[in-house]
């Protein structure tokens, strides 16, 4: 404290500045200002109060301020500053609409009572509620221009590239839908929506008419089409990309910002319910699509066959280049100022700067927060603060401050004032100042004893700590909570301020909460990245786990996921080049991405799994459907590209590259590896030993390239089914083998490798199944959609006959006209082969309750039978039963295996 007075002090002791403090106080006394102050300046001729009045200057939320008859103006006198609290929020504009308005009644009312004395009033409105409003305007006329230009666009894209316009332009209805119903369902989920979110709707249209033209391009074609067989064509494809995006959006919960939960929960409705519409509405509304008069645009087909059927290697290379060359770029550059956020009209942003231009810039200040129990302890408290503050003063770290030990110091830290001014004030220097103050003082007229006041406190002794008077309290800054007191101080930064040292050393010390508007910017921004870098982390696992779950092979896996990641370096590449930093909405959307830009490569691998020919027909309009899916998706960002509002423009343009080379990797990178990958498997005769492991292995390979379920349900159907070991035991060397009800056909692949002459001939009511039965059979056999008894289409001169596990769907009649039919079919000595069900007494297996419940869901009672009835039923049928035996030890599964007799009787 002494160094402190002798710096502030001592210079006012010189004798030419004293003259020139007192030459200042006489012509304030002299003029109208100077009313009631003679008192004031008797008791303080060396101008001391204009110290303390420094220091509580930082109370004004300006530097650039003055108090006026308790109203702040500015130092040219044109400008007064009016601070008022809002009732609501300024966040709500629902409630910050109503401010304009009065805001300009307000300036009407001015105006009209001042203009005949010729003096006019501007009002100038700043404030959070502006940008509030200024984001929902920019949003709102977003929306409208992103949905109906995306609407436009594609409805364009569609009209030009299906055979019927009209079919086409039916992939908006899922679209519409699926926005309308998340809509309607949001509307519970949250007490109002974002403008924001609802801006999303444009884009979710892009990404959700997807869906519709998968199928829509699959049933309008020349051949009459019936809506489940074209549902069937894109029902695996699209389960797994509704999959990826719908989880790519709910991520965003993660985030903590309900705006990004609305936005995310919105889009995730909207595929979720685009996605029904498509295969369970389409279906019903279109059960049966007449043949098209005209082809789809040959134009279309042959440029997207060239792009993905040709180069191979080359275009391989050429990619491998182009990612390098990205690579190099690649390192992103974070941009995470939240400010950035705000899109703001060219009113609010000149409002601002007038408010700088007059007032300063008020987000300089750094602000100081106490808390205490008492008004004591805030003293307490506000000591030992002034001590670290007086140090950082020293340094140039801290310009200028107020606390409120700089009025009212606690009682120890009185005590060392009032030791240091005793320790400043000796005798010697106050006889020099008396002799000095009396010599000035008389030449410029005042009374010998006007400062008497003043010097007969230098010797008095100093007062003790003084209590917060409770009616300065708001001045002070200091405001009650419900359980203690809290008050909020502002400093100045110096020129040594830096806000991340200085942060750090005063929230080590519990005493006092620092805001620093530029530091918590910084640090929210930097927070924001790190949650959301966190949660694209989170979603590129989750998506690769999903993918590898859905394929449950690697290969398959990295060939989709292949296009994604090319799709991330050559976004953030390209932005680099362009200058464009990485911001918040850019890391939100990359997850979206994400989820959305592996849809195509999905499309095309789950489709070649499917047909296993890169020119199958069929290929040629699953790569129709990966470009229309890419180039409406496409229309919706690129729509938002051009977005006033920051968020929007943000989103668009990250999500526009990053489709864009998601939807190149796709026909670039995807056909060359996946035609490598998936090449069907072809074996030499070779004699094998039955349930050996080669025996295993030679039937597992016949599935290896088909989807996973079928795929896996084979495996497992060989390794854990008890029918295997014993049905080769019940074959005669079969050649041809009629396979009624043969589901993927593994029993029938099963004896295939054991009897390299014999070819299948298989029945199933399930076309998926029958599709993989065929694939699985290749060149070895067919297989015919339909249900027994209707077996009048089967090829005769069979020598087996297969009847596995389907008899108990079957009712008598049903089952007799069956067995007749297979009895005509089969050559003299022919085999069948049944194995039912025929259930026990007691505790119902878990296979049988799953079994009767998928007959409950189609609509189907199973029939089950005694062993007796059944051998009668098949005697009955002409056949000549050889075996009746269990299938396994305790199981309810039983062998029936029959002849048809080398010489049967005839009626006479």
Known sequence: MSSCIKAQIAPLLAPAELRRVLEEDLKIVQGLEGIGQADLIARDPLGLRNLVLSRMSQLLPSRDAQLYRGKLISRDGEHLLIMAELKGSATDTTYSR????????????????????????????????????????????????????????IAFLLIVTFPRPLVGLLALLPSTAGAIFALFVCSFLFPSLSILAVSFGGAIMAFTVDLGIAYLLFLDRPCEVSGRQAAREVRAAEILAALTTIGGFLLLLLSRFRVLAEVGVFAALGVAFAFAFVHWVFPRILPVMPPAQKTRNPWLSRILDRIALSGGKAKLVAVALFFGVMLCFARPVFHADINAMNSLSAETVSAEKTLQRVWGDLTSRVYLMIEGGSLTDLQTKSDRLAGMLRDDLNRGTVGAAFVLSDLFPGEALARRHAAGWNAFWTQGRVAGFRRELAQAARGMGFAPDAFGAFMSSLSATPPVAAAIPEKLAGFLGIAAEKSSRVQVSMLTPGPAYDAEPFFARYAATNLV???????????????????????????????????????????????????????????????????????????????????????????????????????????????????????????????LALAQHAVLKSIGLTSLLGIAYSLVGAFLIVPPLVKRVLVPVTLPAEKVRPGSARHYERARLRYRHIAAYPRVFARCKMRLDPMFPSLAAFMKAPRRILDIGCGYAVPSVWLLELFPAATVCGLDPDEERVRVARSALRSRGDVRAGRAPELADLPDRADTALILDVIHMLDDAALRETLRILHEKLIPGGRLVIRATIPRAGHTPWMRRLEEFRLRRHRLSPHYRTREALETIIRTAGFQIETVESAALGSGEWWFVADRPLLEETEP
């Open 98 to 153: 109503a401010i304009p308005p009065l805001v300009q009644a307000l300036a009407e009312k001015l105006d009209g009572q001042y203009r005949p004395r010729g003096i006019r009033f501007t009002l100038t409105p700043v404030g959070a509620y502006r940008a509030a409003l200024d984001n929902e305007n920019a949003a709102r006329r977003d929306m409208q221009t992103a949905i109906v230009l995306t609407t436009l666009g």
């Open 513 to 639: 909460s620092v805001f620093d508007a530029g530091l918590f910017n910084r640090r929210l921004g930097e927070v924001l990245v790190s949650i959301f870098t966190e949660i694209a982390l989170i979603t590129g696992l989750g998506i690769v786990l999903v993918v590898f779950l859905f394929f449950l092979d690697g290969r398959l896996s990295l060939i989709v996921l292949a296009p994604v990641a090319f799709a991330l370096v050559s976004t953030l590449g390209t932005l680099k080049l362009l200058g464009h930093p990485v911001d918040i909405p850019g890391i939100m959307l990359w997850i979206v991405i994400m989820g959305m830009g592996i849809d195509y490569g999905i499309y095309y691998v789950c489709a070649y799994q499917r047909y296993l020919d890169e020119r199958h027909p069929f290929m040629g309009l699953i790569r129709q459907a990966m470009f229309l899916a890419g180039a409406t998706t496409l229309i919706g960002f690129g729509v």
